[in-house]
């Protein structure tokens, strides 16, 4: 399978611990975007990394959200101290590379429920 | 940045009728307007793009097209199929800006 995976599919947590999310994007992208989904809504932009340098943060990414992409290749996202607005889907998506054609591919996302 | 808006949220279409869905956006500099789907437990996936240089793009049952002039695209889906029913979102990038800003969404039923 050469899509978008991430890693977990749920996770439910207690409302002040931390977790990371993983994502592995298409090899040939370079570019590797953090979406946050609620119900009945679209998928609303975090971040987003050209290789491993994180070009851009929404402002609505608090500081208790911090993402990586140490080698340009994975990609972590960590909430810390979560609250109970985070349950949401957290999706990622890759695209770029030199076949770039302006599609975002979706991984099937991450979902987190905070208790 | 971008405000991209979309209607209807809810859509109820007898299968073999057609659908459309319409999107307006804020950022006249915006040149690339995508359509993704999206099914239950799933990310979004594109179904059909446009860009900015042509009013029309057809494939197979899907085509979308867009008016620059009034800031607007639109999805039509013809000959409507179950397997049709899904979640739809528009998009479209702020210029200079690689990232997509995305609709609402439009939740399609296909009615037996």
């Known amino acids: 399978d050469t899509g978008v995976s991430q890693d977990p599919r749920h996770k439910i947590t207690k409302r002040g611990q931390n977790v990371t999310f993983r994502c592995d994007p298409i090899?040939?992208?370079?570019?590797l975007y953090w979406y946050r989904q609620t119900l009945g809504q679209g998928p609303e932009f975090l971040t987003y990394?050209?290789?491993?340098?994180?070009?851009?943060k929404s402002r609505l990414l608090s500081d208790r959200f911090s993402a990586e992409r140490p080698k340009g290749s994975f990609s972590t996202l960590e909430i810390q101290r979560t609250e109970q607005g985070d349950s949401a889907m957290y999706l990622c998506?890759?695209?770029?590379?030199?076949?770039?054609?302006?599609?975002?591919?979706f991984g099937e996302g991450s979902r987190l429920t905070v208790l | 940045g971008e405000n991209v808006e979309q209607h209807p949220s809810t859509l109820s279409v007898q299968e073999g009728d057609s659908a459309v869905i319409k999107c307006t956006y804020s950022?006249?500099?915006?040149?690339?307007f995508p359509w993704y789907k999206q099914e239950l437990g799933k990310g979004p996936q594109l179904i059909i793009d446009?860009?900015?240089?042509?009013g029309e793009k057809k494939d197979q049952r899907i085509a979308v097209t867009l008016n620059k002039t009034a800031k607007h695209f639109s999805l039509h889906i013809t000959e409507t199929q179950p397997e049709d029913s899904a979640v739809y979102f528009c998009?479209?990038?702020?210029?200079?800006?690689?990232?997509?800003?995305f609709g609402t969404g439009t939740r399609l039923t296909i009615i037996p």
């Open positions: 950022d006249s500099a915006s040149n690339y």
């Open positions: 998506a890759s695209g770029g590379g030199r076949t770039n054609t302006g599609e975002l591919f």
């Open positions: 090899s040939e992208h370079n570019r």
């Open positions: 446009i860009r900015s240089n042509v």
């Open positions: 998009a479209a990038p702020s210029f200079g800006n690689e990232k997509l800003t």
């Open positions: 990394f050209q290789n491993e340098a994180q070009l851009e």
